[in-house]
T-cell receptor, first 116, second 109 residues
Framework: SAVISQKPSRDICQRGTSLTIQCQVD?????MFWYRQQPGQSLTLIAT?????????ESGFVIDKFPISRPNLTFSTLTVSNMSPEDSSIYLC?????????????FGDGTRLSIL | GQNIDQPTEMTATEGAIVQINCTYQ??????LFWYQQHAGEAPTFLSY??LDGLEEKGRFSSFLSRSKGYSYLLLKELQMKDSASYLC??????????WGAGTKLIIKP
């Protein structure tokens, strides 16, 4: 399965600042996914990032707040902008294991973000 | 709307067997996944079912009944390291993954 490196692993940030999370995969993948997971809760998909096109955002998430880059088939970034305490969460990137549509997703180790 | 239900928490004894249920109501179905997530870690893939029946993989088995919108994950010979959350996720007709809230499994000696 793909090896996914996500960084930073954790950060503590001030209200109003922005943080960019990086996700690097050791193989080329078509789609990369960005999730948020609040304590004790399940995963919420923020957006799907395809190389060469704009990310597709889920309901409740907007590009101004969570801009995403996908410059090539092995790398993506998610920025959490103008942070507030409500943004404190774990952010996870994932990729699908293969080319068919029913492949499992594999996850990076996550970024634990706390906003003061 | 789309919905996946799992128990919030379960407790079991080391060495025993536990069954974690998942029921779903989704727009279409293209398979069901089980993931394990240890506290503070990322989810890891356990199993995938798309046809009815039981899939066995070592100590873990996963069952699916599409007509009932029902799956379960069966864990045998429980070990302390099995203490984790278990997430059920369904692939809908658009191949979008719908996640359950997860079941926190506590293993006691």
């Amino acid at each position: 399965s793909a090896v996914i490196s996500q960084k930073p692993s954790r950060d503590i940030c001030q209200r109003g600042t922005s943080l960019t999370i990086q996700c690097q995969v050791d193989s080329q993948v078509t789609m990369m996914f960005w999730y948020r997971q609040q304590p004790g809760q399940s995963l919420t998909l923020i957006a799907t990032a395809n190389q060469g096109s704009e990310a597709t955002y889920e309901s409740g998430f907007v590009i101004d707040k969570f801009p995403i880059s996908r410059p090539n088939l092995t790398f993506s970034t998610l920025t959490v902008s103008n942070m507030s305490p409500e943004d404190s969460s774990i952010y996870l990137c994932s990729v699908e294991a293969g080319v068919s549509l029913n492949q499992p997703q594999h996850f990076g180790d996550g970024t634990r973000l706390s906003i003061l | 709307g789309q919905n996946i239900d799992q128990p919030t928490e379960m407790t079991a004894t080391e060495g025993a067997i536990v069954q974690i249920n998942c029921t779903y109501q989704t727009s279409g179905f293209n398979g069901l996944f089980w993931y394990q997530q240890h506290a503070g870690e990322a989810p890891t893939f356990l199993s995938y079912n798309v046809l009815d029946g039981l899939e066995e993989k070592g100590r873990f088995s996963s069952f699916l009944s599409r007509s009932k919108g029902y799956s379960y994950l069966l864990l045998k010979e429980l070990q302390m390291k099995d203490s984790a959350s278990y997430l059920c996720a369904v692939l809908d007709s658009n191949y979008q993954l719908i996640w359950g809230a997860g079941t926190k499994l506590i293993i006691k000696p």
